[in-house]
């Protein structure tokens, strides 16, 4: 009885370690050197217009939340590319993407 549960937990196991390792492989590394603390970057544009010296409190507690942030980043051309052939692949009926085209998934 042990076996019968043992054998599909060790198969769904194997499985996600090949599928974790294949996401590892398949982003490449964006970040390729030591990120220095002394270098800013001023993003024009990105900034409440009440930001201003004259309103600053100082620091904000370690505790304190932050709901209303929202950090937007850019895909890679290849991120890209792979993202819209999903979403165009999703808008197929006879894909394996499409929704509820997985057993469970309701449309």
Not at 73 to 98: C, G, T, Y
Request: contains cysteine.
């Amino acid at each position: 009885m042990v076996f019968r549960k043992t054998i599909p937990a060790l198969v769904a196991f194997a499985l996600l370690c090949g599928l974790a390792a294949a996401q590892r492989n398949a982003i490449p590394v964006r970040i390729n050197q030591t990120i220095d603390e002394g270098k800013h970057a001023v993003l024009r544009g990105n900034t409440y217009p009440l930001a201003l010296p004259k309103f600053d409190r100082g620091p904000a507690p370690p505790d304190l939340p932050l709901d209303r942030v929202l950090l937007v980043l850019q895909r890679s051309p290849e991120q890209e590319a792979v993202l819209k052939s999903l979403l165009e692949q999703q808008q197929q009926k006879s894909s394996p993407s499409a929704p509820g085209s997985r057993p469970g998934v309701g449309r």
